[in-house]
T-cell receptor, first 116, second 114 residues
Framework: AQSVTQLDSQVPVFEEAPVELRCNYSSSVSVYLFWYVQYPNQGLQLLLKYLSGSTLVKGINGFEAEFNKSQTSFHLRKPSVHISDTAEYFC??????????????FGSGTRLQVQP | SAVISQKPSRDICQRGTSLTIQCQVDSQVTMMFWYRQQPGQSLTLIATANQGSEATYESGFVIDKFPISRPNLTFSTLTVSNMSPEDSSIYLC???????????FGEGSRLTVL
């Protein structure tokens, strides 16, 4: 079975500071990896995804993530956050062999709280 | 991309009643999923809604409690039956978006059971 671990339930950070949200996955087979963001009272929006190729993936709103196969990690980073980045962030994975179902397994989420 | 509309966006229900949530997509899609997000928690897959056949349920979810319909490639419903306060959650419809594997989500239906 696959699982996704987000080590930090909450990350407080000051505006314009850098941030890293951690995500580790466990799977014995190759996976696709995603980061989604959920703003208050809204649905989920895709930030970025890793399918193959370059391990550094750039997404929307200035976010990027790096796939590290040896460490089974897919940490999300942003060099300078804004108040508007305050939201819940979910890491998700799908195994290549499960793509017929295309259902994602989600981590527990990290609440990013940007303070002025 | 796909635009997904869910109804109702929120509702308050009495214990023991049932509520049906609708999901309408602006294009034909093969895969549709229903997720539950309990307060302060992550998303848990309830089932895959299959067009023309019975839904495929995940462990811990059963058809009697969460009956699902999928009459065509653009529409699905999820019913939460015989509700209890533990069913208070956000229920999200999701569709698979082609070869890049991205999933698109509706804005969710926030259900409160008293």
């Amino acid at each position: 079975a696959q699982s996704v671990t987000q080590l930090d339930s909450q990350v407080p950070v000051f505006e314009e500071a850098p941030v890293e949200l951690r995500c580790n996955y466990s799977s014995s087979v190759s996976v696709y990896l995603f980061w989604y963001v959920q703003y208050p009272n809204q649905g989920l929006q895709l930030l970025l995804k890793y399918l193959s190729g370059s391990t550094l993936v750039k997404g929307i709103n200035g976010f990027e993530a790096e796939f590290n196969k040896s460490q089974t990690s897919f940490h999300l980073r942003k060099p300078s956050v804004h108040i508007s980045d305050t939201a819940e962030y979910f890491c998700a994975v799908i195994r290549l062999e499960d793509t017929g179902r295309r259902a994602l397994t989600f981590g527990s989420g990290t609440r990013l709280q940007v303070q002025p | 991309s796909a635009v997904i509309s869910q109804k109702p966006s929120r509702d308050i229900c009495q214990r023991g009643t049932s509520l049906t949530i609708q999901c309408q997509v602006d294009s034909q899609v093969t895969m549709m999923f229903w997720y539950r997000q309990q307060p302060g928690q992550s998303l848990t897959l309830i089932a895959t809604a299959n067009q023309g056949s019975e839904a495929t349920y995940e462990s811990g979810f059963v058809i009697d409690k969460f009956p699902i319909s999928r009459p065509n490639l653009t529409f699905s419903t999820l019913t939460v039956s015989n509700m209890s306060p533990e069913d208070s959650s956000i229920y999200l419809c999701s569709v698979g978006g082609g070869l890049d594997r991205e999933l698109f989500f509706g804005e969710g239906s926030r259900l409160t059971v008293l």
